[in-house]
């Protein structure tokens, strides 16, 4: 890349539901850029309902990268992820200045961003971190830091997520600081997450999933139900509709839990963002936001 310096990532994160897609468009559309994805079930493309992938028009109106490129079939996990945007970025920095990524999976942004090494040292915020982890993203994306941390398979039972999280902390626990220096991206990354007051986001969550059920997500969820046992399916909303299909849950009890795992989920990544250190909250004021950076 040349004057590699001079570039810029932008991450533009935060909970499910908050309006990440349209924000990150408006501010692409101001900058004249592409938008990469980071949302680690968008990028599988026999999901569409359940994970809220963006619509025709939106994914029109600026070039996205990492949408529905994937199948559920695939293995992918945030060690992929970080690779290949890693080639993206090199691609499109060669006609952008600024490129901007948005979504919602703190993981493989901090993958794409700091390398899956770059994990906190002390043990409290670590085990946070790998539970987090691993509610959100599976035990794939556990074994795949592991793995990333020099975890031996040989000594440690990989199934097992609790003796998993246990040897990451003690190896990380090991390392001296100096021997994880930072990977130099040769670009600046910006880190921002966008919040809303907790009762405006919930009721957003509440819509969207009554909005998902009117749009048909019962009868995406229920394609997907021979494919229950796959990680890529372990996802809010699938899951909740497994129960029903089997017989477990009722109907309403189904979009009930649907909606409070949903709003748990975006606690949690809400916690993620806010404990990271590097991230600035904004509002949902494109123009605010677009000061700022034109400040920068």
Known sequence: MA????????VIAGPTAVGKTAFAIKVAQ?????IISCDSRQLYKELKIGVARPSREELAAVP???IATHSIHHNYDAG????????????????????????GTGLYIKAATEGLDALPTQNEQLRLQLNFILNSEGIDALQAIAEAAGVPRDKVDYSNPQRLSRAIEILQGEVEKSKKKPVDKGF??????IDKDRSQLYERINKRVDAMIREGFEEEARKMH????????NTVGYKEFFKYFDGEW???HTIDKMKQHTRNYAKRQLTWFRNQGNYTQITSRVDEFIERLEKD
């Open 250 to 252: 009722t109907l309403e």
């Open 30 to 34: 101001h900058i004249d850029t592409d």
């Open 226 to 233: 021979a494919n229950k046992n796959l990680n890529a399916l």
């Open 3 to 10: 004057n590699q310096l001079t570039k810029h990532l932008i």
């Open 80 to 103: 992929s992820y970080a690779r290949d945007v890693d080639t993206k970025l090199k691609d499109l920095f060669t006609r952008h200045d600024t490129v901007i990524m948005a979504g």
């Open 188 to 193: 600046r990354v910006s880190y921002y997450y």
């Open 64 to 66: 996205h990268h990492f």
